[in-house]
């Protein structure tokens, strides 16, 4: 088994920055691919970043320059700094972990930009 949890979400006001984290733990392969996925009301999920477990980056387009993900393998942890929030970023944050065509997910973190 594999638990994800997010941390960091929170309200904050359009401009602002917030940094979310999400800690792997349980039965982790030594080479995974760790993304961020949000899902605004009546929106469907949607990729915001992705990272390996080499380092390698992808970013949904909309997003490229304002949000970085990262990852420390020692500790299983992916983080995503969000800068230059703006409301339409307002959503439900859920950190996914993924090998060998299996899935994990976390329950999520509210992010709220507003102000």
């Known amino acids: 088994q594999v638990q994800l949890v997010e941390s960091g979400g929170g309200l904050v006001q359009p401009g602002g920055s917030l940094r979310l984290s999400c800690a792997a733990s349980?039965?982790?392969?030594?080479?995974?691919?760790m993304g961020w996925y949000r899902q605004a009301p009546g929106k469907q999920r949607e990729l915001v970043a992705s990272?390996?477990?080499?380092?390698?980056?992808n970013y949904a387009d909309s997003l490229k320059g304002r949000f970085t993900i990262s990852r420390d393998n020692a500790k299983n942890t992916a983080y995503l700094r969000m800068n230059s929030l703006k409301a339409e970023d307002t959503a439900v944050y859920y950190c996914?972990?993924?090998?060998?065509?299996?899935?994990?997910w976390g329950q999520g973190t509210q992010v709220t930009v507003s102000s």
């Open positions: 996914s972990m993924a090998w060998g065509g299996t899935s994990y």
């Open positions: 990272i390996t477990s080499a380092g390698w980056t």
């Open positions: 349980g039965n982790i392969a030594s080479a995974y691919i």
